[in-house]
């Protein structure tokens, strides 16, 4: 795959001369993160340079799968999401992430002098709240892809939201949806643009196992394995499909660091309601 995608950058060029520098805080490949390794590798086969920041945290997957794009990464310390509730909890975050927004700002304004990029690039306002200072200072062009609707129920992040829209040069939504509830929010309209789905490779393809015990129809999720995803609303509908398609089954596939507690919680759902073989 990434001989391929090598052959298509040398030969293609409509964007020689682009460089774009942007950056993903997440560690973990979810959507969010997939969906923009997806445009930076578009834009380097397209003839374009990229330079990504990551979180420098070791076990970083967003980061291995940039780099084994061919795409360049360097290391910006982000902080945590900003959130009251966190704050009451452990009152020195407020210091710990206007401090982290300095130190972001600080090593992103860096790789400005040294990579001097005619464009940024970044995929959510938490990731412009910590290079805030380095987009004010630096008036480069600013693409900002909204793979999510505004924060709407936080007053806070709702306007790092707008403050990251009104620094865009280019808006762009993922969805028409998007796009409709930006505007409703206060922001200025966009393009749609839909998701590509990722051309790479899965890295461990052999921990998906192929299911042949189940000869009737398959239901298949991919994703987060987390309640907020409607998993277990999912788990629930299984038992009265059954009834009207015995041979029926649900194969969920996903994974993270984070999700133990919910995946958990899923299977004890799925024993209570009996499906659990299925």
Known sequence: MKERFDDQTQADSRLAGVRVLGAINGIELFGHERSN????RTLRALGAQVRVGVHPIEDNHVRDELERSGIETFSIPFGPQWSIQWVKRHPSLIFTNFWKVWTSSRAFSKQVRNFDPTHFHIGSPLVYSYL??????????????????????????LRIWKMAVRRADHLVS??????????????????????????????????????????????????????????????????????????LCLDIIGGSRYDAVDRSKLVQVAKDLGVAES
């Open 37 to 40: 390794i997806e445009v930076f």
């Open 132 to 157: 805030s200072l380095a987009l004010k200072r630096h008036s480069r062009p600013l693409v900002y892809r909204m793979g999510d609707c505004p924060p709407v129920d936080s007053r806070f992040n």
């Open 174 to 247: 993922i969805s028409e949806f998007v796009r409709q509830e930006a505007k409703v929010a206060g922001g200025k309209d966009s393009t749609v643009i839909y998701n590509l789905a990722p051309t790479f490779v899965a890295s461990d393809p052999d921990r998906v196992p192929e299911r042949t015990d189940f000869p009737g129809p398959r239901l298949l999720y991919v994703g987060a394995v987390s309640e907020y995803k409607g998993v277990g609303v999912l788990i629930q509908a299984l038992g009265p499909l059954k009834t009207r398609y015995p041979d």
